[in-house]
Nanobody, 117 residues
Framework: QVQLVESGGGLVQPGGSLRLSCAGSGFTFSNYAMSWYRQAPGKERELVAN????????NYADSMKGRFTISRDNAKKTVYLQMSSLKPDDTAVYYCYFRSWLGNDYWGRGTQVTVSS
C-alpha cells in the first residue's frame, strides 16, 4: 500500500524557517520524481517544487525560488522541503505528491504551515 506521510509543519513567525519531511512507503521511492504542493484557504492547490528521482534536478515555483529548497534521501525514502524567510502568504497545507509509471496520482494527507506573528 502506497503511503506518503508529511511532518514538520507548525506555527512560525514571519521570517522564520521550517523543514518539512515526507516519508514514502509501499513503492520503490528511488524510482520516482517527487513534488511538494500547497493549498491556502480559498485557493487552488499549487506546485511548490519538484525533484528528480536521483535528486540531480530540481524545479521551483517562482515565488519560492531562493527561499525554499527541496531535497531527498533515497536511503531513508524521504523528501524534504526546507523553507526560510517565511511570509504570511506561505500559510497553507503542504502536500507531498508523486505520479506512478501507470499514471496514478498519490498524495499525502498534508501538514499545516501557519506563518503569523
Amino acid at each position: 500500500q502506497v503511503q506518503l506521510v508529511e511532518s514538520g509543519g507548525g506555527l512560525v513567525q514571519p521570517g522564520g524557517s521550517l523543514r518539512l519531511s515526507c516519508a514514502g512507503s509501499g513503492f520503490t521511492f528511488s524510482n520516482y520524481a517527487m513534488s511538494w504542493y500547497r493549498q491556502a484557504p480559498g485557493k487552488e492547490r499549487e506546485l511548490v517544487a519538484n525533484i528528480s528521482n536521483t535528486g540531480g534536478s530540481t524545479n521551483y515555483a517562482d515565488s519560492m525560488k531562493g527561499r525554499f529548497t527541496i531535497s531527498r534521501d533515497n536511503a531513508k525514502k524521504t523528501v524534504y522541503l526546507q523553507m526560510s524567510s517565511l511570509k504570511p502568504d506561505d500559510t497553507a497545507v503542504y502536500y507531498c505528491y508523486f505520479r506512478s509509471w501507470l499514471g496514478n496520482d498519490y498524495w499525502g494527507r498534508g501538514t499545516q504551515v501557519t506563518v503569523s506573528s
